[in-house]
């Protein structure tokens, strides 16, 4: 079977492992099978070669579509092979990173031994010394993670579930503790001092809607990690429903739900919110109607507040006013004072949304009609 047909499988099968929360690409090119793109911080699209090493897989999580039960075609690139060709879309200016997953065919030693491989590969062999973000197996040995972060720009782990009961409505096969939370710990560990790549970082992933955990469960999850770890980043994935699955027949996720953590996600990690500051529902779930910001900001008792003299972790819970405005504001009144909206404004502060919640020297004024 030739390499293109390998390819054309496997990295249509990569495309539920998350590369930004921006993009979720669903497929590829037929003629150019595997080139995704992830948005930088800049908001310019970065492509990506993301592919599957194998679909092979013992695991039988129950809405993947690898799961061990699910009966199709199972295929495997060599490491060779993958370099290869990888190498091929490199130097033709196709793609400006690798993103590299995997299912689980014989052990889990042995399957990071081949991603090791084709990484080892690319760096000594073809002299490749761009973009690697490398999946990281459920209970991978620390030795065998200790090697793939010295070749690797950015390793994860998905983590999938916000609780063990979570995670066992989708797997029989993994130990939450064990297999993943242990494997992040050795991860977050590792960081910095077992790569070669100085600013390395590690991301995770979760499955939204496929069990019945709550989102006041996984932002719990979350938030425990982020302060307990140099974890960069979580990408939340709406459960899609695939055919021949034993999750087949359930609801998809919606998107709005996904985009609701995002933004209660960004709070927790951006914007250093306490979890006890986010406003849920009575059945623990976000709302779907209204900005959790906005929610969180009806909460609270400090408003309005005074643009002119108010501490930055009071500025960034002001709905319209983000980290890099509020550092802006916090620089320009060292010089002179606000008194006109339109100077927010120019700041690229949202004052429409902002404007109930500030007083600009002293004064509360939150009609808009300046700007109508």
Known sequence: MSTLHKMKVLTDSAQYDLCDYVNHQKSSQVNL?????????????????????????KNDCKYCINQSKRTFTRLELKPEELAKA???????????????????????????????ETCRCLR??????????????????????????????????????????GLA??????????????????????????TTYPNSTHTTQLIIGANNETDREILHRIDKIYKNSKLHSAYYSGFTPIEGTEFEK???CSSQRVGKLYNA???????????????FEDDDRLSLDTDPKILAANNMNIFPIEINSAPFIDLIRVPGIGVKSAKKIISIRKKYRFTKKEELKRLGIAVNRAEKYIKLDGEYQPSLDIFE
């Open 33 to 57: 099978p595997g080139i995704y793109h992830a948005t930088g911080h800049n908001g310019c699209q970065i492509p990506l070669f993301k592919t599957l090493l194998t679909n092979k897989c």
């Open 169 to 194: 409505e989708l797997s029989s096969t993994k130990d939450y503790k064990k297999d993943i939370l242990k494997r992040l710990h050795w991860i977050d560990s590792l960081e910095n001092s077992s």
């Open 124 to 165: 000594k062999d073809y002299g490749y010394d761009d973009y690697i973000h490398l999946k990281i197996v459920p209970g991978a040995s620390k030795d065998s993670i200790k090697r793939a972060m010295a070749l690797a720009n950015r390793v994860s782990i998905n983590i999938e579930a916000a609780t063990p009961s």
């Open 265 to 279: 996600d960004s709070l927790l990690n951006d914007y250093n919110y306490k979890l006890k500051e986010l406003v």
């Open 250 to 252: 359930k609801d998809s």
């Open 86 to 116: 990888f190498m091929t879309y490199y130097n033709k200016g196709l793609v400006n990173g690798l993103f590299l997953s995997s299912g689980i065919a014989d052990n889990e030693d042995s399957t990071m031994e081949k991603t090791i």
